[in-house]
């Protein structure tokens, strides 16, 4: 059209400049020709140019005429009748603040998709459908509602603090089109978010467009990407931790990290976040924690708020007390096997170890509060299961008779066993020596996590309500416990059974993970907070999942406190500037949701009008 008008242009003011070649003609007067001096006049070279009407008519032919060879075409939402899918990402980094005071990322989205349906002008009306994505998409108003349904489905959009998951929200939009009649054209997503999409995932039939919330230029942000703290393995009163902060600032910042202890600040940690995105990392040790609410806590007054400060739940140092049971008791002519056994517990970190025989401990019927946190069988077989965690030497497991068989079998031959076990991580058995192997009777929700060539020489239970290992052989018929993976072992298998390594640890939770609630079977669980949740336990299971909560903060559940952050770098960095910015110039999204008419045929038309006109015009001018 540029091209055109260039050409055009000039031509059409040259041809009012040139002079025409007339024959010469002699007259005994002009007085009867008038029109004859002006188009002398006229046509005079280098002459300023005299508006009529005749120029004004030649003009707006051209301007139509290079207007329909450039192809003009109006976007039209949907083309009308068209069907479009509002795809809105509620995500937490779509809390961010932009441009516009104490707007948010979320809040111009929104604004657009409402401009969008406003705009609907087409014959039929084009039907919209909302649907809004952070870890998971839903869907919050179908095709079939009206726009004023479709306005109302908008505003009822809020923000979470849960990371997005652009992949699976297209997935369900292109669902939802192809849940469309074959008559009806694909349609199109109009996408509102601060993440480019990933075309090469759409089908080419659906158009994709990116619609950016209206500021592009965001805050700098300050946010903490990791938390971990535990109890030190020298004092379990000392606290060693570790922070993580993002900064996605062009300059390193200085800043000051605060660690608190239910709302009591114990610490402050002057750092120098580094820039463009990169991670700086602060280490803290605190003493005389007993428990509670540990915090990390940035200043705040960046783009986004939830990323300030992070929780964890410090659950109150507790050494665990064990329970030795043996056929001799507390007895010293106990075999080599069980006296290492004991010297091995007596040197873990316990609240203390108590040894009984047999006989003690069927006269008590049950452990007598306060209850053991582990107990250990030593060549017993109780035939009522414990309720407490147990660890079992050469013999059948609490409450189940049968599970070794009668027989043996020879030596072991070559051992295999399960790394992976938080029980056998750092333990060898390549120097196990048995006098023989006993016969395994598979029971279900046992699994073999060492075995040789005969039968599993280790097992775990971890499908019932407290942990359980089973280690089948005799230690007094092996040379394991002079081997140097058996304190390690028995002391990898107290913490495991204890859950001392878990407890040692501050607890929190993520807004993009589950949460598992020990529970008896069948009950419910409530989870109160900033957000709200109920789950079930399945029949026979011993844990209630809780989906995914979509916000920060503090939560109880079942006289239980959870802390629940949001520790995502991608949100955190909101995407990064440059990942905005090609997405907003259109490489990611090269169609439009909008459908695009050529309307060139309109100015053709208006073309010959007005020749039409210009003909009259003309005619009318040399009419003598």
Same mark, same amino acid.
């Not at 932009?98 to 705009?119: C, F, K, N």
């Not at 006993?438 to 599993?456: F, H, Q």
């Not at 109880?556 to 995502?568: E, F, I, K, M, Q």
């Not at 990942?579 to 259109?586: D, K, P, Q």
């Given at each position: 059209?540029?091209?055109?008008?260039?050409?055009?242009?000039?031509?059409?003011?040259?041809?009012?400049?040139?002079?025409?070649?007339?024959?010469?003609?002699?007259?005994?007067?002009?007085?009867?020709?008038?029109?004859?001096?002006?188009?002398?006049?006229?046509?005079?070279?280098?002459?300023?140019?005299?508006?009529?009407?005749?120029?004004?008519?030649?003009?707006?032919?051209?301007?139509?005429?290079?207007?329909?060879?450039?192809?003009?075409?109006?976007?039209?939402?949907?083309?009308?009748?068209?069907?479009?899918?509002?795809?809105?990402?509620?995500?937490?980094?779509?809390?961010?603040?932009?441009?516009?005071?104490?707007?948010?990322?979320?809040?111009?989205?929104?604004?657009?998709?409402?401009?969008?349906?406003?705009?609907?002008r087409?014959?039929?009306?084009?039907?919209?459908?909302?649907?809004?994505?952070?870890?998971?998409?839903?869907?919050?108003?179908?095709?079939g509602?009206?726009?004023?349904?479709?306005?109302? *489905?908008? @505003?009822?959009?809020?923000?979470?603090?849960?990371? #997005?998951? !652009? =992949? +699976? %929200? &297209?997935?369900?939009?292109v669902? /939802?089109?192809?849940?469309?009649?074959?008559?009806t054209?694909?349609?199109?997503?109009?996408?509102?978010?601060?993440?480019?999409?990933?075309?090469?995932?759409?089908?080419?039939?659906?158009?994709?467009?990116?619609?950016?919330?209206?500021?592009?230029?965001?805050?700098?942000?300050?946010?903490?990407?990791?938390?971990?703290?535990?109890?030190?393995?020298?004092?379990?009163?000392?606290?060693?931790?570790?922070?993580?902060?993002?900064?996605?600032?062009?300059?390193?910042?200085?800043?000051?990290?605060?660690?608190?202890?239910?709302?009591?600040?114990?610490?402050?940690?002057?750092?120098?976040?580094?820039?463009?995105?990169?991670?700086? *990392?602060? @280490?803290?040790?605190?003493?005389?924690?007993?428990? #509670?609410? !540990? =915090? +990390? %806590? &940035?200043?705040?007054?960046?783009? /986004?708020?939830?990323?300030?400060?992070?929780?964890?739940?410090?659950?109150?140092?507790?050494?665990p007390?064990?329970?030795?049971?043996?056929?001799?008791?507390?007895?010293?002519?106990?075999?080599?096997?069980?006296?290492?056994?004991?010297?091995v517990?007596?040197?873990?970190?316990?609240?203390?170890?108590?040894?009984?025989?047999?006989?003690?401990?069927?006269?008590?019927?049950?452990?007598?509060?306060?209850?053991?946190?582990?107990?250990?069988?030593?060549?017993?077989?109780?035939?009522?299961?414990?309720?407490?965690?147990?660890?079992?030497?050469?013999?059948?497991?609490?409450?189940?008779?049968?599970?070794?068989?009668?027989?043996?079998?020879?030596?072991?031959?070559?051992?295999?066993?399960?790394r992976?076990?938080?029980?056998?991580?750092?333990?060898?058995?390549?120097? /196990?020596?048995?006098?023989?192997?006993?016969?395994?009777?598979?029971?279900?929700?046992?699994?073999?996590?060492?075995?040789?060539?005969?039968?599993?020489?280790?097992?775990?239970?971890?499908?019932?309500?407290?942990?359980?290992?089973?280690?089948?052989?005799?230690?007094?018929?092996?040379?394991?416990?002079?081997?140097?993976?058996?304190?390690?072992?028995?002391?990898?298998?107290?913490?495991?059974l204890?859950?001392?390594?878990?407890?040692?640890?501050?607890?929190?939770f993520?807004?993009?993970?589950?949460?598992?609630?020990?529970?008896?079977?069948?009950?419910?669980?409530?989870?109160?907070?900033?957000?709200?949740?109920?789950a079930?336990a399945?029949?026979?299971?011993?844990?209630?999942?809780i989906?995914?909560?979509?916000?920060?903060?503090?939560?109880?559940?079942?006289?239980?406190?959870?802390?629940?952050?949001?520790?995502?770098?991608?949100?955190?960095?909101?995407?990064?500037?440059?990942?905005?910015?090609?997405?907003?110039?259109?490489?990611?999204?090269?169609?439009?949701?909008?459908?695009r008419?050529?309307?060139?045929?309109?100015?053709?038309?208006?073309?010959?009008?007005?020749?039409?006109?210009?003909?009259?015009?003309?005619?009318?001018?040399?009419?003598?």
């Amino acid at each position: 059209m540029a091209l055109a008008a260039a050409a055009a242009g000039p031509v059409l003011i040259l041809l009012y400049l040139l002079r025409l070649r007339r024959r010469p003609v002699r007259v005994s007067t002009v007085r009867y020709w008038p029109h004859a001096v002006r188009d002398v006049q006229v046509n005079v070279p280098l002459r300023m140019l005299r508006p009529s009407w005749l120029l004004l008519l030649h003009l707006l032919i051209g301007g139509l005429v290079v207007c329909a060879v450039g192809r003009p075409a109006v976007r039209g939402v949907g083309g009308g009748g068209g069907r479009i899918v509002l795809l809105i990402n509620t995500s937490a980094s779509m809390s961010a603040l932009t441009a516009r005071p104490g707007a948010t990322r979320l809040d111009d989205s929104l604004a657009r998709a409402r401009e969008l349906v406003r705009a609907d002008r087409g014959s039929p009306p084009s039907q919209f459908a909302v649907v809004a994505f952070a870890l998971e998409p839903h869907v919050v108003s179908g095709f079939g509602a009206s726009h004023r349904a479709t306005f109302d *489905a908008l @505003s009822g959009i809020s923000g979470t603090d849960q990371p #997005g998951d !652009l =992949r +699976a %929200a &297209l997935e369900l939009a292109v669902s /939802l089109l192809d849940a469309v009649d074959e008559e009806t054209p694909r349609g199109a997503i109009a996408l509102f978010s601060d993440e480019a999409p990933p075309t090469e995932d759409v089908p080419a039939a659906v158009r994709v467009e990116r619609l950016a919330f209206q500021g592009e230029a965001t805050p700098p942000n300050l946010g903490i990407v990791t938390f971990a703290a535990r109890r030190s393995e020298a004092s379990s009163g000392t606290v060693d931790g570790l922070v993580e902060v993002i900064w996605t600032g062009t300059d390193p910042a200085p800043t000051v990290l605060s660690i608190s202890v239910d709302d009591d600040v114990v610490s402050r940690i002057p750092i120098i976040a580094a820039g463009n995105g990169a991670r700086t *990392a602060a @280490s803290f040790q605190i003493a005389n924690v007993t428990g #509670g609410v !540990l =915090r +990390a %806590a &940035l200043p705040g007054g960046d783009a /986004l708020t939830a990323d300030d400060s992070a929780a964890l739940m410090l659950a109150p140092a507790a050494d665990p007390r064990v329970l030795v049971v043996s056929p001799e008791g507390g007895r010293s002519a106990a075999p080599l096997g069980s006296v290492l056994l004991r010297e091995v517990l007596s040197e873990l970190r316990t609240s203390g170890i108590e040894v009984v025989s047999e006989r003690e401990w069927l006269s008590r019927g049950s452990p007598t509060p306060p209850p053991p946190s582990l107990i250990v069988f030593d060549r017993v077989s109780p035939s009522t299961t414990p309720e407490c965690p147990s660890l079992t030497f050469g013999a059948d497991a609490p409450g189940r008779p049968g599970l070794l068989g009668a027989g043996e079998g020879g030596p072991p031959g070559a051992v295999f066993w399960d790394r992976r076990h938080a029980t056998l991580r750092h333990v060898s058995l390549d120097g /196990l020596s048995l006098d023989a192997t006993p016969l395994v009777t598979p029971v279900e929700g046992w699994k073999p996590i060492a075995r040789c060539t005969a039968s599993p020489i280790i097992l775990s239970n971890a499908a019932d309500r407290w942990p359980r290992l089973l280690v089948t052989f005799d230690l007094t018929r092996s040379n394991w416990p002079v081997q140097p993976g058996f304190p390690v072992f028995v002391a990898s298998a107290v913490d495991f059974l204890t859950s001392r390594e878990a407890l040692s640890r501050g607890e929190g939770f993520t807004t993009a993970e589950p949460i598992e609630i020990p529970t008896a079977p069948g009950t419910s669980v409530s989870v109160e907070g900033p957000d709200s949740a109920t789950a079930v336990a399945g029949p026979g299971a011993v844990v209630a999942t809780i989906p995914p909560l979509a916000r920060v903060g503090l939560y109880s559940a079942g006289g239980r406190s959870l802390a629940v952050n949001v520790l995502n770098a991608s949100e955190s960095s909101l995407h990064g500037p440059a990942r905005v910015a090609r997405a907003t110039s259109g490489d990611a999204a090269p169609a439009n949701p909008k459908e695009r008419r050529e309307v060139w045929h309109w100015f053709a038309a208006g073309a010959l009008a007005l020749l039409c006109v210009e003909w009259l015009v003309y005619a009318r001018a040399v009419r003598v």
